[in-house]
């Protein structure tokens, strides 16, 4: 049995090589890792990555401990074949940080984004009890945003992507490309479960949403 390169993993299931049909640039794919390795400790991301800080198209949305875990789980995912997602793209900035990551190691892949671009629908009774995401009531038509917002800031990147216009209800049941990374933040029940089927369907062998 061939072990893990961590030495804190020694006895690992290494993932099946099959898993990575290729070396992506700037990536080192030759030291063995496992699924532990996989799921994107602090202290497996490529080391180019430790000085790659919260881009400025993220400053006031995401912590840099939310970036850190992010752009980690995000570039080990990425080695799978597949393209990336985010639900609920909003102004479109988490999306394009995901893209600028990937770009910053040498990865090119397509994103999607999934929004109504109306801002939320009217809650349910299974969504929270409250009414709230914190102190924000989910009130509905909140996190509206034009499309235009998105496709401005997604276009600073230079990067092929993809907008599904609609409800989830309506885009995601056609979706059917293949994914290795998607990121969820719609906020409420019905919305999370679409994307989680979407992902379900269309998710790689080992890939993260």
């Not at 532990?36 to 919260?54: S, T, W």
Request: glycine share 10%.
């Amino acid at each position: 049995m061939h072990n893990c390169a961590h030495p804190q993993h020694q006895g690992g299931t290494l993932l099946p090589a099959e898993a990575f049909p290729a070396n992506p640039a700037r990536l080192d794919m030759r030291s063995p890792f496992c699924a532990r390795c996989f799921v994107g400790g602090e202290d497996h991301i490529p080391g180019e990555l430790y000085h790659y800080q919260v881009p400025d198209v993220l400053y006031g949305l995401l912590s840099p401990e939310g970036f850190r875990h992010l752009r980690t789980v995000l570039v080990w995912s990425a080695r799978l074949s597949g393209d990336i997602a985010e639900f609920g793209v909003f102004e479109g900035k988490t999306l394009c940080a995901m893209m600028q990551v990937l770009q910053y190691v040498g990865i090119r892949k397509t994103a999607h984004g999934f929004d109504s671009f109306l801002g939320l629908p009217q809650a349910t009774q299974r969504d929270s009890p409250s009414g709230t995401e914190g102190d924000i009531p989910l009130v509905e038509g909140l996190y509206a945003a034009p499309r235009v917002v998105s496709q401005g800031v997604l276009d600073t990147t230079g990067g092929h992507y993809v907008l599904h216009d609609g409800w989830l209800h309506d885009t995601c049941p056609a979706f059917d490309v293949p994914l290795c990374f998607a990121s969820i933040n719609v906020d409420l029940y019905d919305a999370t479960c679409c994307a989680l089927e979407a992902c379900g369907r269309c998710m790689v062998p080992w890939g993260c949403a």
